[in-house]
């Protein structure tokens, strides 16, 4: 659904990333992100969490008010 990047040149850019992963939404279009929020950061944030070593997460935990 996404005129402006077709879902190929993301499933042609995780092929050639380790470690990456391609998730397709049905009419999640160009600003998916902003559009479906709750959506996005339900498959982004477990993706970085489980990339982010433990100690940085501390860290951060320990700078967030």
Request: charged share 25%.
């Given at each position: 659904d996404d005129?402006?990047?077709p879902a190929y040149?993301?499933?042609e850019l995780a092929r050639l990333i380790r470690?990456?992963?391609v998730k397709i939404f049905p009419r999640g279009g160009h600003w998916f992100q902003h559009v479906m929020a709750r959506e996005f950061n339900?498959?982004?944030?477990p993706f970085l969490n489980s990339?982010?070593?433990a100690?940085?997460?501390l860290r951060?935990?320990?700078s967030t008010p």
């Open positions: 005129i402006v990047t040149f993301s499933e470690g990456a992963e339900q498959a982004v944030l990339h982010t070593p100690d940085a997460r951060l935990a320990e």
